[in-house]
Every structure is written in structure tokens, then in C-alpha cells.
């Protein structure tokens, strides 16, 4: 029976939110059993460090693509640079979300709710 590890070897992962976090979590695991991970999210400065990170551990290969879920032309985006560097995409992590400051619904914009949606459920949906 084959390892977990050797299933996994070789295979292709996006993994939005993968700067920090869980996503940057679940990132270290597949570099760690030597996939090739795509993390993605907004901040250039932080994907491009988390990636370096996971460079440095010598198994797996790790890309960062800056990308806001809460655009799908972005997301689109995003599947197309995987599938073009890598050749295959294997698995999607849709872990791109927040948490906004707890108000009252009352006292919560539209907006603010409004880009709950687009990101927590919109990108989802997009990826
Ligand atoms: N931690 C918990 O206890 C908990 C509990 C339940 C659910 N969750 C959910 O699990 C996920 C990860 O949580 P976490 O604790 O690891 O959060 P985190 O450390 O705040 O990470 C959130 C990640 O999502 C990215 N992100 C946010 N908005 C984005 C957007 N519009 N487009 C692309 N990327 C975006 C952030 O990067 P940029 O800011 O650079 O874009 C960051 O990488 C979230 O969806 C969260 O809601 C967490």
C-alpha cells in the first residue's frame, strides 16, 4: 500500500489565504510530503516570505500568487497560473475568509456585510 506521503508526492495545490495562518499551515504539510503548492492572497510582502519559507525546506515546491478571492476574475486567474506552471491542478483549498469586528446586525454596514459575502462566500464559490 502506498504511503500517504507518496500519494501526494508531485501533485498540484492552491491553497488560498496560504500567507498565514491555516492556510500557511496546510501549505508546510504539502511541501512537506512534496507537492507543488500555489498559496495565494492579497498581501505580496507576506506570500512572497511564506513562500520562501517553504522553499527553504528542500522538498516540495512552493509559488505565491497574489489574488483576492472576492474578485473571480482573479480566482480565475489563480487556477489558470497553477494548472500553466505545474500541468496538473490536484486539490483547492478554499481557505481565503475573515472575521469582521462582532457588532450588533444593526449597527453593521452594508458594506461591511457585503464584503463578508464576496470573500467568505463568493470566493469560495469562485475557487
Ligand atoms: N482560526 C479560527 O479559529 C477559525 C475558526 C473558524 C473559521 N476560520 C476560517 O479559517 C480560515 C483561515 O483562518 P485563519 O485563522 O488562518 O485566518 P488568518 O490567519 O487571518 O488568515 C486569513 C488568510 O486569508 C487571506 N485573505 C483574507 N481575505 C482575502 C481575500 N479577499 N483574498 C485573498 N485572500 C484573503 C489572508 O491574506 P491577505 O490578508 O494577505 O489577503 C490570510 O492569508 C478563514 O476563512 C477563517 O474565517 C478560522
Request: a negative charge; glycine letters at 12%.
Amino acid at each position: 500500500m502506498r504511503s500517504i506521503e507518496e500519494e501526494m508526492k508531485g501533485k498540484t495545490a492552491v491553497i488560498t489565504g496560504g500567507n498565514t495562518g491555516i492556510g500557511y499551515g496546510c501549505a508546510k504539510v504539502f511541501v512537506e510530503a512534496g507537492m507543488n503548492v500555489v498559496i495565494a492572497a492579497r498581501r505580496e510582502d507576506k506570500g512572497e516570505k511564506a513562500a520562501e519559507e517553504l522553499n527553504a525546506l528542500g522538498k516540495g515546491e512552493c509559488t505565491f500568487f497574489q489574488c483576492d478571492v472576492s474578485d473571480h476574475t482573479q480566482v480565475k486567474a489563480l487556477v489558470e497560473f497553477a494548472v500553466e506552471k505545474y500541468g496538473r491542478l490536484d486539490t483547492m483549498v478554499n481557505n481565503a475568509g475573515y472575521n469582521p469586528l462582532h457588532f450588533d446586525a444593526c449597527d453593521m454596514s452594508i458594506e461591511s456585510y457585503q464584503q463578508v459575502l464576496a470573500t467568505n462566500l463568493m470566493g469560495e464559490f469562485y475557487g
